[in-house]
């Protein structure tokens, strides 16, 4: 493996400065064609651990990734879940929120597309965008219908420890929550958006809003920061991984998230003498087929 999680890890417990997790990071990988040949073997892996999820029935595995535009976030969820059975695993996208999502608190419409056991859910972006897009423009705070006692205080921090909380029920319950911040630098996203406006092919993923958003660079990266910093528990771990190579974020994604379903210990569920029994006894009445 030569990819050490403990270089994407934030540590519970400690304080995020992004300036110390370099986006150009690419591990052991000399070449891209190398992080390849590992990003094979681990969508093999994926595809047989979560045969056995789904068959033992008894865990699921939300997924969560967060980013700015143009990191790279879909195409990571298009390659690595790229040999997994559709019928185990979900992709949520979540976009602003409708009236009626907004008629409820804010996770809400996350717990509603949770997955189900033996399933792989994945968010792409989450109820983290509470603590991100709404902190950095304030006023859509104002459209999501909260009393007013509600936003006294540090709202954040309350948000936080709800979150806190909220994954740490997840886990007691039995789904594993795997968290991935891909960290692109500013210059990669400018590169990104040029050739989305360049490229006829790519010029449906660019909107002129995306630019708008850039602006607010600088309060996007200290809103990430604070909420990596107060949101990386033991069980909820949050891994930055740079995005300024594709390539790598995917190979250490799929790799993270192979090595979650490792730990897990999942085997096929194995049948009862009972059960054995009636197995026994369809094999022969088969074979007695004429």
């Known amino acids: 493996m030569r990819i050490d999680h403990d270089k994407l890890i934030v540590k519970p417990g400690s304080k995020v400065r992004l300036k110390n997790f370099d986006p150009k990071y690419t591990g052991g990988y000399r070449s891209r064609a190398e992080a390849e040949v590992d990003l094979t073997k681990d969508i093999a892996r994926l595809a047989k651990y979560q045969d056995i999820l789904y068959a033992q029935n008894d865990y699921a595995m939300l997924v969560i990734f967060q980013a700015m535009d143009a990191a790279g976030k879909d195409g990571c969820i298009k390659h690595v879940m790229s040999g997994v059975n559709p019928q185990g695993c979900q992709v949520y996208s979540f976009k602003a929120p409708s009236s009626k999502e907004l008629d409820h608190d804010y996770l809400w419409r996350n717990m509603c597309a949770l997955p189900e056991r033996g399933n792989i859910g994945i968010f792409n ?159 022969r009445t088969l074979l007695a087929e004429k």
Request: no cysteine; hydrophobic share 40%; net charge positive.
């Open 125 to 283: 972006r989450s109820y983290y965008e509470e603590t991100l897009v709404v902190r950095v423009h304030p006023g859509i705070l104002e459209g999501q219908q909260l009393p007013a006692a509600t936003r006294k205080g540090n709202l954040w921090e309350r948000r936080f420890e709800q979150i806190r909380n909220f994954e740490k029920y997840l886990v007691d319950n039995g789904i594993v929550v795997v968290k991935f911040f891909l960290n692109v630098s500013k210059e990669e996203q400018k590169a990104r958006f040029l050739e989305r406006i360049r490229n006829p092919e790519k010029n449906w993923k660019f909107s002129a809003n995306d630019v708008k958003e850039r602006q607010h660079w600088a309060e996007y990266m200290s809103a990430y920061e604070e909420m990596l910093s107060a949101t990386s528990t033991k069980d909820s771990k949050w891994y930055v991984l740079p995005a300024d190579e594709k390539w790598f974020a995917r190979a250490a994604a799929a790799d993270v998230i192979a090595h979650e379903l490792k730990k897990l210990g999942l085997r096929y569920p194995k049948l009862r003498k009972d059960q054995q029994g009636a197995l026994a006894e369809a094999e």
